[in-house]
């Protein structure tokens, strides 16, 4: 059962384009966003679809694909660990993270066009 320690595994289309950025020494980075979204009937017996975003960051090789193969509103599937950061804006003030560092990633749908 070690392998599933800290495992998030989500299917979902991307919000936006991947930023990519390039730290000292030429280790490069993607952030994505990621929605997800569940259905259910309320007592009403009315339909609801709720959506959830989620914070991705992909390093090195997989921040490439990133770059190169992924366009916002595909469909993609990740495999990952989840993580916390904290940092000071410039107003001074603590802002707290959660993201998932995908491990593997899954092009469920083609490439959207233009």
């Known amino acids: 059962m070690n392998n599933l320690n800290n ?3 989500l299917i979902g ?3 936006a384009d991947p930023e990519v950025r ?3 020494g030429d280790r490069r980075y993607a952030r994505l966003r990621l929605a ?3 259905t ?3 007592k009403a017996g009315e339909k609801v ?3 959830q975003w989620h914070n991705l960051v992909a390093w090195g090789g997989l921040a490439d ?3 190169n193969h992924l366009s916002k509103g595909q469909e993609i599937a990740v495999e990952g660990k989840l993580g ?3 940092y000071t804006d410039k107003d001074n003030n603590k802002q707290f993270i959660t993201e998932v560092t995908i491990h593997d990633l899954l092009m469920i749908s083609s490439r959207k066009a233009g």
Do not use: P
């Open 7 to 9: 495992t998030v595994q």
């Open 13 to 15: 289309r991307l919000g």
């Open 22 to 24: 390039t730290l000292k």
């Open 36 to 38: 997800t979204s569940d």
């Open 40 to 42: 259910y009937y309320n």
């Open 49 to 51: 679809q709720e959506t």
């Open 65 to 67: 694909v990133c770059a």
């Open 84 to 86: 916390y950061r904290i």
